[in-house]
């Protein structure tokens, strides 16, 4: 974006902005003197041991008040499922790799303009803004995201110098509002909301429900609680497959000292090929343990499906079986992956016009209305094929449909040119503005120009061009030179055809008789071409006579 490098054009602009707003109290940080040890949530993993009761242990906490453990799970799930990890790390990164911009408010005018301007630049100037947006996309899984602002003052100028995000651990759950979020205190009764202007809150409506349980997360735990069942069950049956079954027996009265020996020789000999055992003691070997892996890999490729159904709305952008992965099919898949896309931006772009632009325009344009206010927005455009409209718009065009062209250049991505700006163009050759007939064209031309003393122009008229070819062709056949070299060559030529009994004789003579006279092959050649030529003239001539 143009505005990038260009930050003081926004300072410059606002040096006569009215100070409202106590420096202290922007300058200052909410969280400054806030432990996040508090209780102990940013040590909790709650994934140790996970059990489906505990799992409804958890999520019922949170709807009462205490999110922390449910956060906590949410982390270790992200980190210990590697699926999870990547399928979530897409639908954040099909959203922060969205061009985004400023949009004024509708029928705009000129101060209007001016200050989404100027917006624009303030927004250029906060650091790591793309890093922003992908810490925002956290509340996808977790329902919501916190950012701190940080202000800065230049002259009488508020920018955002910072964001800096925080754990969703360190906010609960307004008992009054459970669509608000308080800051979490350093002790019981000590939470206070939120300051106004320094925060960017977003919330993510993954699913219908109050804050608390409007995040994918929760939804996907479970498919998180089967996963790791199966997996841990798949481990244990790997190392005991092929391994055969080992069956100690002890003679009655064996004290509990020699049955644990005997216990701990039978786990391990399956591993070390070697143990010992008390004397009266044996250990039998019996068939080797059989089955398969199938089940396990069945219930974890359904999870794993599952949680891409969740979070993509398909299946085709992480697994093709060759099977069910058809064209139309990832097609239908493409257009949900879109729709998904289009709404995780959409709440983004809502929550940063909300708190960010929001807090700059309430500081730096107290007089403005909250409904001038200029919008954050994401290029959700998706661009056509441009071979595709290449040939079909110049056709639609002919047959007298009018189509507007900042349409076709949206359509197609093509920015419209603005101002000077250097345009593309096809490359055309240097032409007559009067372009001659097709005689004035041909090499007939040149040969005449060679054989007659006078050239003719180009630019001549078609009568002046044909009058000059019938006066070339007639100075041709009246040179003496040629005549007589003529008649030198057919003196005895047409006595010995005569002669000939049949056609084919008479062509083979001939050929053999090619007259070596370069002048007489010239002259020949250039009367050929300017009858070639005329020719063609009378043509041309006869169908305009005719049309």
Known sequence: MSWYNQPLNAIAALKNIPKLFNKDQLTQSQTENRSMTAYGAEFEHPAIGLTPLKVHALLTQ?????????????????????????????RKRTVAKLDWSI????????????????????IGI????????????????????????????EGNVWLINDMQWHVPQRFIIDPFNQRELLLAGNGLGDD????????????????SGYLVRGGLHRALVWSYVFKNYSVRDLAEFLEIYGLPLRLGTYPAGATDGEKLTLLRAVMEIGHRAAGIIPQGMMIDFKEAAKGSSDPFMDMIKWCEMSQSKAILGGTLTSQADGKSSTNALGKVHDET?????????????????????????????????????????????????IGVYS?????????????????????????MVSGDEPVLSMAQANQPTNQAPLTAQLPAIAMLNQATDTAIPAETTAESQRMALENGLDALLSNDMLEQIGQHLTAGMVEKLQGFDSFEEALGYLSDNVPDNPELLASLTQMIAISTAMGIDDQLTARGNNA
Request: charged letters at 30%; hydrophobic letters at 40%.
């Open 391 to 415: 040939e079909a718009l110049p056709k639609l065009v002919s047959i007298g449909m009018q189509i507007p062209a900042p349409w076709a250049h949206k359509r197609l991505g093509i920015p």
């Open 192 to 207: 206070e909301p939120l300051w106004e202007n320094a925060w960017l809150v977003h919330t993510h409506k993954a699913k």
């Open 126 to 153: 906060i650091e790591n803004f793309e890093d922003i947006i992908t810490d925002s996309l956290d509340a996808i899984g977790k329902g919501f995201s916190c950012h701190e602002l940080h202000w800065v003052r």
């Open 337 to 385: 992956r879109l729709e998904i896309r289009d709404s995780d931006a959409k709440q983004l772009a809502s929550s940063i016009s909300r708190d960010v632009i929001g807090a700059l325009m309430r500081i730096n344009y107290p007089n403005v209305s909250p409904r001038r206010y200029p919008k954050f927005v994401f290029d959700l455009a998706e661009t056509e094929d």
């Open 103 to 122: 949009k004024a408010p509708k029928n705009a005018d000129a101060n209007e303009q001016k200050y989404t301007e100027v917006i624009s630049e303030l």
């Open 62 to 90: 949170a709807e009462a008040g205490n999110m922390n453990a449910m956060l906590a799970l949410f982390e270790d799930m992200e980190e210990r499922d590697l699926h999870l990890l990547a399928e979530m790390s897409k």
